[in-house]
Every structure is written in structure tokens, then in C-alpha cells.
């Protein structure tokens, strides 16, 4: 217990310190110094009992104090320990699982980490203290639709040092594709690249640069912006990875390997086919390994997106007309693809997409006037073919232990076999085959009842020792 406030009513104490001290009287003024005094020593009390939220307002109190009396330092530090009482009040709710609709305590923070903000010049360090101070308290709490505010405002007021300007570059560009800003997140990417070009090309910002650039080129195929209002640096950016070569100076700078850059053009030329998504399934497990986890979300995301399109399609009389103008050329036949490596990276069909097709299949059979009840063998194996060539694993080819194949025969399955009978136990042992008792010889005692015979008992005289005393005053006498 605090001995300067034993037992103390933080509400009557607050009012109080106001009635006694700022309460305007008739020919008295307010006592502002002592109000400060009594505020702050409050606001430490409040603390030691682990009473953040009374804390914060004792010192909102001590700040409009401090800037009644002109103190401008003592303002701004009163409104920083003010927003870390309110932010740690917030974080044990977060951490306990309380829910606040309204968030009082982090915009109560908010506004004081804005207040002291105010009072430091726009190029102050400081500045960029408190909007990253402001970014993590909210990252803490899991509110992430604000933190990119404040990092954009740190990296604005950051001048000389640029490797914390690149730091907060690249958080705001995380926080955007976390919230789905897409547009917000290229510009930042953008931002990112032009200040990495004014630096010395080191190991950690070539590293950067590759990686913004690839996150900028996924971000592009999925905006799919107009040509017309395209900025100059990504249409250049564009052209790099559409007729551009990996003897480039550029592609040296940023040391990008040639598999990469394969994948890279790949993924730009593939989007500007007439059957996109094809040519992006294809690629995409051998893009996988280079992609961070955002990036692999926009990737998957430009798969899906391609997915839902429809595919172009060339009309029969247009591809006959093309046929007679051509000559007649020697056919070479094209080996038969593997596919076995299409199942090594991830692929984008879901269990709803191969029940879908499955259907399709058996409704397209069930028109031509025959149920599968109906087929014959060679049927059943055609049919089973067609529908196990729908699914993502080659034909007749187990993928999971003991698992049923999809493909209809007409012979029964076979039986899985049950497991191995247990081994049969030991037979209890038996303890006489094994101990034999030894025989004790058996011990007894005979209580004799003859009786001892005692002399006789003396008789006690309690007067004895009384007559021997009278004895020896009687001689004395």
C-alpha cells in the first residue's frame, strides 16, 4: 500500500486536488503548481496499483497543467506517459480477450501520441519516433488498417537516414497487401525502388529491389491497368520483362538468376495469351519456390482470377481458311508430355471443382442412352479412364495407402485385408514351480503357576519421621 495515499479513492482524489487547487475563487487564484504536483504524484500512485487507465488521466491532467504554465517539454512528456498507460491498458484487454466495440483506450493513445506529435517541428526526429511507436503499439493489438498512415508519415520526415526509410517503405507495402490496398501498395513498392536506386548497390538492397519488383509485376497483372494511364517506370519496368534479355545491365545489378527471369517473362507473356490461366498453371509450381508468402497469395490470387475468365476461341471457318493459305509442310510429332510433373507444386482444383466435373462427365454419358448399370466392360474402362483424367493424379496410379481407385470396373474390389492377429501371450507362470516353502519347527512356552511366596509387607508409619523430630527437641531441650 502507498503510504502518501492509504487506501484512496482515485475518483474523490482527482475531484479533489481540483476544488482545492484550479477551482477559480472570489480573490483567489488557481494553484497550478501545486496542482501539478498533486496530479503527478497521483498518477504514480496509479501505477504502482496497476491502474493504467486513471494513470493516463492524471496525466492528461498534469499536461494541461504543464501548458497553463508555459512548459512545453514537461507538456509533450506527460502526453507520451499519458498514451503508454492508455496503450497498456489495451494491450491486457487484446492479450485477455476483451472485446471493445468502441476502442476507447486506443484512440484515448492515439490522440495523445498525436498531441505530443504537435508540439515537435514537421522535420523533428522525434516525429519519426512517435509514428513508429504509434505503428507498433497498433500492430501489437492487431489493428492494421492504420499502421500504414504512420509509416508513410515516418518516412516522410526521414532526410539522411535511408535504411530506416527503406524499413518503413516496406512495412507500409506489407500493411497494403494485407488490407487489400493493391493500388496503394504498388505506389509504395515504386517509392521503394527509386530510393534503392539512389543508394550503393549492396547485397541487402539488391536483395529488396528484386523483391519489390517481382511483387510490382503481380501487383500489375492483377490491376491490369490501361496503357494510357500507365506510369512511365512501370511501362518501362513491363518492357523489361517482355522484350528484354538476362545479359541486361539491370538484371546484373540486382544479381536476379536466369531460372527467375525465365519464370518472370514467362508470367508476363502468359498474361497477355488468349488462355492465360493454362500457361499460368503451368508455371506456378516452378514460381513457388521464389516467392515469399504475400507474393504467393498474389499469385494465387491471379490464377484464380484467370481461372473465372472466359477463354478466347477460334472459330472452325477461320482455322480452315488459315489451313488452305498455308503450305503444306512436313508434320513433326511432338512428344507426349509428362504428367507426372504437373503434381509437384500446388494446384489450384478444389474438391467442389473435381465433383463438378465428374458430373459433367456422367450427364454427358447418361445422353447417349446407356447408365453405367448398362455398360458392358470396355465401356466401364472408357468411362473410368475419362473420369480419373478429370482429377489432379495420373490414371491406375495409387497416391494414398490402401485407398479405392475412382476409375469403374466391373470386377468387385478387392478386400482390404484386416491387420495381423496378435501374438498369443506367455502362460502365467506357476509360483510352486518355482519356490518351495521351508518348514519351521514350531516354538512353545508353559507359563509355570506356582506363586512365589513374599514375605511380609512392613507396615508404613506416616508419624515416624514426626516422633523422631519431637525426639530431638526434647534432648535439645
Keep these: 500500500m502507498d503510504p502518501d495515499f492509504p487506501e484512496v479513492d482515485v475518483m474523490g482524489e482527482y475531484k479533489a486536488i481540483h476544488n482545492k487547487f484550479l477551482k477559480k475563487r472570489f480573490f483567489r487564484k488557481p494553484n497550478i503548481p501545486a496542482a501539478r504536483e498533486a496530479y503527478k504524484s497521483l498518477a504514480y500512485h496509479c501505477q504502482r496499483e496497476e491502474l493504467p487507465e486513471h494513470a493516463a488521466m492524471c496525466w492528461k491532467a498534469t499536461a494541461k497543467c504543464e501548458r497553463d504554465m508555459g512548459n512545453l517539454v514537461g507538456e509533450r512528456a506527460c502526453h507520451v506517459k499519458a498514451a503508454k498507460q492508455y496503450m497498456s491498458e489495451e494491450i491486457q484487454d487484446y492479450d485477455h480477450g476483451f472485446f471493445s466495440p468502441f476502442k476507447e483506450n486506443l484512440q484515448n493513445a492515439l490522440q495523445s501520441y498525436e498531441q505530443a506529435s504537435n508540439t515537435y517541428p514537421s522535420d523533428s526526429p522525434m516525429q519519426i519516433s512517435l509514428n513508429l511507436t504509434m505503428a507498433n503499439s497498433l500492430d501489437r493489438v492487431g489493428v492494421n488498417s492504420l499502421q500504414s498512415k504512420y509509416l508513410q508519415n515516418a518516412s516522410d520526415v526521414i532526410k539522411d537516414d535511408c535504411q530506416v526509410k527503406l524499413d518503413c517503405l516496406s512495412r507500409k507495402a506489407s500493411n497494403c497487401l494485407e488490407n487489400g490496398d493493391l493500388e496503394s501498395a504498388l505506389e509504395t513498392y515504386t517509392e521503394l525502388a527509386d530510393v534503392i536506386d539512389n543508394l550503393e548497390k549492396d547485397y541487402v538492397n539488391t536483395r529488396l529491389l528484386m523483391h519489390s519488383e517481382i511483387s510490382r509485376v503481380l501487383i500489375l497483372m492483377l490491376l491490369k491497368p490501361s496503357p494510357d494511364l500507365l506510369d512511365p517506370k512501370l511501362a ?162 495409387p497416391i494414398y495407402k490402401d485407398l479405392i481407385p475412382l476409375c469403374v470396373k466391373m470386377q468387385s474390389q478387392p478386400m482390404i485385408a484386416s491387420r495381423k492377429p496378435l501374438p498369443l501371450k506367455d502362460k502365467e507362470p506357476v509360483l510352486n514351480d518355482f519356490f518351495v516353502p521351508r518348514k519351521t519347527p514350531e516354538y512353545n512356552y508353559k507359563v509355570s503357576n506356582q506363586i512365589a511366596n513374599k514375605g511380609q509387607m512392613r507396615q508404613y508409619r506416616g508419624l515416624k519421621l514426626h516422633r523422631v523430630m519431637e525426639n530431638w527437641c526434647n534432648d535439645e531441650g
Design 236 to 397: 518501362q519496368l513491363l518492357d523489361r520483362y517482355t522484350w528484354g534479355k538476362h545479359t541486361d545491365e539491370h538484371f546484373k545489378e540486382i544479381d536476379m538468376p536466369i531460372e527467375l527471369f525465365i519464370l518472370m517473362q514467362s508470367l508476363v507473356l502468359a498474361c497477355q495469351s488468349c488462355d492465360p490461366y493454362s500457361s499460368l498453371v503451368g508455371i506456378e509450381h516452378e514460381f513457388w519456390v521464389y516467392l515469399d508468402v504475400q507474393q504467393k497469395d498474389l499469385l494465387r490470387t491471379l490464377v484464380r482470377t484467370y481461372q473465372t475468365l472466359p477463354v478466347a476461341k477460334v472459330s472452325d471457318a477461320s482455322i480452315k481458311a488459315d489451313k488452305k493459305q498455308q503450305k503444306p509442310q512436313n508434320e513433326v510429332k511432338r512428344p507426349e508430355e509428362d504428367n507426372s510433373s504437373k503434381f509437384d507444386g500446388p494446384q489450384t482444383y478444389s474438391t467442389q471443382g473435381i465433383t463438378r466435373k465428374i458430373k459433367i462427365v456422367e450427364k454427358i454419358e447418361a445422353r447417349k442412352g446407356k447408365g453405367i448399370s448398362d455398360m458392358d466392360k470396355n465401356q466401364h474402362l472408357i468411362l473410368g479412364e475419362k473420369i480419373t483424367k478429370q482429377v489432379n493424379f495420373p490414371y491406375e496410379q
